[in-house]
C-alpha cells in the first residue's frame, strides 16, 4: 500500500514522501532542505529512489544537490534548464510511473512559467500540486499571469472531488483568514477555520485535503459564486470568473 506523509523543512514548506509497505525505496516531492530528508531515510533505513520536482523555486529544489550527490536517485520534473539535476524531463500530458501509481502531468503555469502538477487517478487519486493550489488559497503569480494562474486552477478544478491534496505549503490558517472575508457568508470557511485553529494548536497538518472541500473553503475556486463577488466588488473588477480571480489574488496580496 502507498502512503504519504509530510516532512516539515523550512518553516512552512512540506517536503512529501511516498513509500509503500513492502519497500525500502521512497520517493520525495519538492525537497527545499536536504537535511530533513536525509535524516528522515537514515533513520528509517529508507533508500531515496526517485524526486518529483513541481517549480523551479529554491524553497522547492533548495535540496536537490545533496540528495543527488547521496543517493543518485531518478529526478522527475519540468523540462527547465535553470533547474539543475532533473534527468527525466517531463512536460504537460506525460505520464510517468512513480512508487507503482501512474501520474499525468499537469500545465500549471501562473506562480511561475515552468510549474507542473502530478496527478494520479485511482484509488485514492492523488494530486502534487506545489504552489498551483493550497488549501483555501493559491500561489503568488510571479512570473505568468492572472489569467494563467486561473486557468491553472480550473484544471486542477475538473479532477475528481476526491482527489487527495499535497500542496507545497502550511499555509492554511492565514488563507482561512482571508477566505473569511472573501466569503463572508460561507459556514464551511468558519468551520474550517476553527479545525485549522486546534490542528496548529496541536502542531498537526492542515494537509493533505480534497478537492470537494477545497470547492465549498477557497475562494479562488468559487469565482463564480455570487458571494465571493460581492465582497470582492470593492476591490476590483467582478465581471467575470477571470476578473474575480484577479482580484481576489490582488486583495490577497496586501492582505
Request: with cysteine; net charge negative.
Amino acid at each position: 500500500m502507498l502512503s504519504v506523509t509530510p516532512i516539515p523543512a523550512l518553516g512552512d514548506n512540506y517536503i512529501w514522501l511516498m513509500r509503500q509497505d513492502t519497500s525500502p525505496e521512497v520517493c520525495v516531492v519538492d525537497p527545499g532542505d536536504a537535511s530533513p530528508v536525509i535524516d528522515l531515510l537514515e533513520k528509517e533505513s529508507l533508500k531515496l529512489s526517485t524526486v518529483i520536482i513541481t517549480h523551479h523555486h529554491q524553497d522547492h529544489t533548495g535540496g536537490l544537490g545533496d540528495l543527488i550527490e547521496r543517493y543518485s536517485p531518478r529526478v522527475i520534473g519540468p523540462d527547465n534548464s535553470a533547474i539543475s539535476g532533473i534527468n527525466e524531463p517531463v512536460s504537460p500530458g506525460d505520464e510517468v510511473r512513480v512508487m507503482g501509481r501512474l501520474f499525468e502531468v499537469i500545465e500549471g503555469p501562473g506562480h511561475t512559467l515552468d510549474h507542473i502538477a502530478f496527478f494520479a487517478p485511482g484509488i485514492p487519486p492523488l494530486l502534487f500540486c506545489g504552489d498551483i493550489l493550497f488549501s483555501a488559497g493559491c500561489g503568488r503569480v510571479f512570473e505568468g499571469t492572472p489569467a494563467q494562474m486561473h486557468a491553472s486552477l480550473n484544471r486542477l478544478l475538473a479532477l475528481p472531488d476526491d482527489t487527495l491534496v499535497f500542496a507545497g505549503h502550511e499555509y492554511t490558517q492565514a488563507n482561512l483568514r482571508f477566505a473569511s472575508a472573501a466569503d463572508p457568508d460561507n459556514a464551511d470557511v468558519k468551520k474550517a477555520l476553527e479545525e485549522c485553529r486546534r490542528d496548529r494548536e496541536l502542531d498537526r497538518p492542515t494537509l493533505p485535503s480534497t478537492l470537494e472541500r477545497e470547492k465549498r473553503i477557497n475562494p479562488f475556486l468559487r469565482c463564480d459564486d455570487p458571494g465571493v463577488r460581492r465582497a470582492a466588488a470593492s476591490h476590483g473588477n467582478t465581471d467575470s470568473s477571470e476578473a474575480t480571480f484577479a482580484t481576489l489574488r490582488a486583495w490577497k496580496d496586501r492582505f
